[in-house]
């Protein structure tokens, strides 16, 4: 199996971006999916996620509000949509998959079976 993690890039303060999350070896939209980040410095910390079993959908405080978790069926894709940015959201973004019973959002990072490489994301003020 194997993620990948890809469209971070650099953005303005306010500006938007979407990240994308492909597997091979596995189909993602049978699994719990979840997008992390870890900023220089910091510790991995969730951002969102989607239980499978269920649709339902997670969101860290910091981030409610501004980034929205989506698929495409069809491509059997994961989306990260994020907008107004802010330089606090600079980070490395990885996409992390789960195959669980439980709801994502108690669930650690530690429960999740496969990890993309991550995708760099740079907020300029």
Do not use: H
């Not at 194997?2 to 303005?12: E, K, N, P, R, T």
């Not at 969102?48 to 989506?70: D, L, P, Q, W």
């Not at 789960?98 to 993309?116: I, K, P």
């Amino acid at each position: 199996v194997q993620l990948q993690a890809s469209g971070g890039g650099l953005v303005q303060s306010g500006g938007s971006l979407r990240l994308s999350c492909d597997a091979s070896g596995l189909t993602l939209a049978k699994v719990t999916i979840g997008w992390f980040r870890q900023a220089p410095g910091k510790n991995r910390e969730r951002v969102s996620c989607i239980t499978r079993r269920n649709g339902n959908t997670y969101y860290a405080e910091s981030v409610k509000g501004r980034f929205t978790i989506s698929r495409d069926n069809a491509k059997d894709t994961e989306y990260l949509q994020m907008d107004s940015l802010k330089p606090e959201d600079t980070a490395v973004y990885y996409c992390a998959t789960a195959d669980s019973g439980y709801g994502c959002n108690v669930m650690t990072q530690y429960e999740y079976d496969y990890w993309g490489q991550g995708t760099l994301v740079t907020v300029s003020s």
